[in-house]
């Protein structure tokens, strides 16, 4: 059984669409497969009318690999730790204030990151699941790191590419969420969210190809001095998000859109979050061990 594969960046080997699936049943083997090498190869997967539940996205997402439970206890207990809701929709069903830690936690999200670098071992593959979704706005927007690493033309100060496969990062949620929200972790959440040492350059494991790793919780480089460093993380950042490298996912409800944090950077783009609802569900496979 051969897939059916729309490619969504024509020319690319980035982003595709799977049509005829239906993971509300469980898949043979050999689909299942294909369906992985598909996350491999194209980094971002989307199949679209998905009706599933957290039970059902949880069995599918463990075919990958172990996954992650959440660090931060920032949206107080909740029923399966393995899903990691990102949402402006409160515990009543109604829609949060803007200011609410909760809302302004995942406002985080705004800026482009990979999921979980901020943890010493990062996450390999997200799986996120539109349960509700707004008429307009909240676009995910995918850039391939692959191809911006390919392609980097070394820096405007001089840097060149082959310096940076030995530089390591020190990467941090509590620095990222203060570039959009402020101090929003208690003490305890503090001491569970130390900054860790992430490589610059990662090499998939699967494929070969290298790709850049920066994003918003990537703070300074190890050993520079920190305006150099800042300058050079903000460089690699505009060149890797270039309008060429990126995918915007448009939502529709039970949309499901799988993602391969070690060959892409994500955004969530705004939407009038005052007005209409936004309930996404993501399951996290852990990653196999530290980048460094
Ligand atoms: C995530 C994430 C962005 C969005 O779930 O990891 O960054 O568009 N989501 O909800
Ligand atoms: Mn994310």
């Known amino acids: 059984m051969e897939l059916d594969i729309k490619p969504l960046m024509p020319g690319m080997d980035f982003a595709v669409e799977i049509k005829n699936i239906d993971l509300s049943q469980s898949l043979d083997n050999v689909i299942f497969e294909e369906i992985r090498q598909a996350v491999f190869s194209y980094a971002v997967v989307v199949i679209r009318g998905q009706s599933i539940n957290d039970e059902q996205q949880i069995s599918f997402s463990e075919r990958f690999g172990e996954l992650e439970k959440s660090l931060v206890k920032i949206d107080g207990e909740i029923k399966f730790p393995q899903i990691y809701i990102t949402t402006n929709v409160g515990k009543d069903d109604k829609i949060l204030p803007r200011d609410h830690a909760s809302a302004k936690y995942h406002r985080g999200n705004s800026l482009w990151h990979s999921d979980s670098s901020f943890k010493p071992i990062p996450a390999n593959i997200s799986i996120l699941s539109g349960r509700e979704v ?41 620095f990222s969420r203060q570039l959009v929200v402020g101090d929003i972790f208690s003490e305890e959440d503090k001491k569970s969210i130390k900054p860790v040492r992430q490589a610059l350059i990662r090499k998939h494991p699967e494929t070969g190809r290298k790709a850049l790793y920066v994003g918003s919780h990537c703070h300074f480089i190890e050993g520079w001095e920190y305006p150099r460093s800042r300058a050079l993380i903000a460089e690699l950042t505009s060149w890797m998000t270039r309008p060429e490298f990126v995918y915007a996912h448009k939502w529709r409800p039970l949309d499901l859109v799988m993602w391969d944090n070690r060959s892409v950077v994500h955004r969530g783009n705004p939407w009038p979050d005052e007005d209409y609802r936004r309930v996404m569900h993501r399951t996290t496979v852990a990653g196999d061990g530290p980048t460094v």
């Open 134 to 174: 707004p008429p307009f706005g909240g676009e995910t927007e995918f850039a391939d790191v692959r191809y911006a690493y390919d392609s980097w033309p070394g820096s405007i100060s001089g840097v060149e590419k082959c310096e940076l496969d030995d530089l390591i990062c020190e990467h941090s949620i509590t």
